[in-house]
């Protein structure tokens, strides 16, 4: 049997130097663990686009479609700023979302032990955080028609439409349901459902999959409060699941709750495909960070959990997915901290490649 198959798509920004870590992760299972990989590269984003003139080249798509995991990095820049909207580097993104039908993205925000110093918020609101979100990623507002900036009288208006199907809203809250039922058990869906219809039947369908989950304890929040909340006190939650845009804010909002953006892993999740296996994305959280870039500051372990998701969810590989959580946890104790980590006293950052080394060395040391 032929290896699984991998695309990497380092992008723009601190992209490709995240993803050169990740790459050592992947030798890593080949030489030490036997779990090889056929790995192929390409181009994402405003990369792509100073080569072809397009965030994301046709054969490109093709390949994303075939393979059996794509792992991205993060696209954009400031030099992209001034391009027409169709071709800016996140269009590139948007169309892999799209096109691979990657309906269900999951968002888990986690705080690590050691870092529950790095939050915002007050320690014993955030340590042990443990939450996913499950955000719907290939409808909403994102891609409702009609879209554009039209005429109208003598002045412009710019128009985006919520719209979901019941199937829309059917497939992710299952992926939600399924989720929960190896998690805590509990399902928090948020919408509008005070001021938008689509939120009406957002609740109306969600609920009537609850009934295949008799386990699952289904709540409703509206998303502002679900915000209120998630600040509040977050440990309330096991799984949320959201719409494409509240997901977008909620999951940030999250994210910052662990500490750093530089943590947080992703996973997009489609149909399953003929191997058995979801249509699937894994990437950071994190943006670019173009003002970074380039300088060996970047936390590559957002990335390297991306990866670790990929074991997981494409690979069924949860023992080692829980290995290489295990040696982020194990640095982070250690003291290991990259630039965005810092504010304990004389703590000199790592670089990114170091960082990198020493999650290997942690492997290594788990044999
Ligand atoms: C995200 C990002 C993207 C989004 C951008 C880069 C298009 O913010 O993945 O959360 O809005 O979905
Ligand atoms: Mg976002």
């Given amino acids: 049997m032929s290896n699984p198959s991998l695309l990497i798509l380092p992008g723009d920004g601190i992209g490709p130097e995240v ?22 590269e390409d181009l994402v984003g405003g990369c792509a686009y100073d080569k072809h003139g397009t965030p994301l080249h046709d054969d490109t798509m093709a390949k994303a479609q075939e ?15 001034v391009l027409d909207f169709s071709v800016k580097p ?22 690590f032990d050691a870092l529950a110093d790095f939050s915002s918020l007050k320690k014993d609101v955030v340590a042990g955080l443990d939450i996913m979100i499950v955000r719907e990623l290939t409808s909403g507002v994102y891609f409702g028609e009609p879209r554009g900036i ?40 948020m919408e509008k459902a005070n001021v938008m219809e689509s939120g009406i039947l957002w609740r109306e369908v969600v609920t009537e999959v ?59 999740l489609g149909a399953p495909m003929e191997n058995g296996r979801p249509k699937a994305l894994y990437e950071p959280v994190h943006g670019s960070a173009p003002d970074i870039a380039g300088q ?4 590559p372990i957002a990335c390297i959990l991306s990866f670790a998701m990929a074991l997981r969810y494409s690979f069924d590989k949860g023992d080692e997915a829980a290995r290489v959580e295990e040696a982020v946890n194990a640095v982070l ?9 810092l504010g304990e006293e004389g703590v000199q950052p790592v670089s990114t490649s170091e960082m990198g080394d020493a999650i290997v060395a942690k492997l290594e040391a788990s044999l």
Avoid at 23 to 33: H, N, P, T, V, Y
Avoid at 67 to 74: K, W
Avoid at 162 to 186: C, H, N, P, W
């Fill in 150 to 189: 039209f005429e109208e009288g003598n002045e412009r208006v710019g128009i985006n439409t919520q719209r979901y199907t019941e199937s829309e809203i059917d497939r992710v809250a299952r992926s939600a349901f399924e989720l929960a039922m190896k998690r805590g058990k509990k399902l928090c869906s």
């Fill in 333 to 341: 104790a250690d003291g290991l901290r990259t630039a965005d980590l």
């Fill in 67 to 81: 393979v059996d995991a794509v792992l991205l990095g993060a696209v954009g820049g400031p030099k992209y700023d």
């Fill in 19 to 40: 993803m050169a870590e990740v790459s050592k992760i992947i030798d890593w299972f080949g030489a030490k663990r036997g779990l090889k990989f056929d790995v192929s």
């Fill in 90 to 111: 996140e269009r590139g993104l948007l169309r892999l979302r799209k096109e691979m039908d990657l309906y269900a993205n999951l968002r888990p925000a986690q705080c």
């Fill in 210 to 268: 609850g009934k295949d989950y008799p386990e699952v304890e289904l709540s409703h929040m509206y998303a502002d409060a679900g915000a209120m909340q998630l600040t509040r006190w977050p440990k309330q939650f096991d799984v949320i699941v959201t719409d494409n845009l509240f997901g977008d804010l909620l999951s940030d909002l999250a994210a910052m709750l662990t500490g750093s953006l530089g943590m947080l892993p992703s996973a997009s």
């Fill in 296 to 299: 060996g500051k970047a936390n």
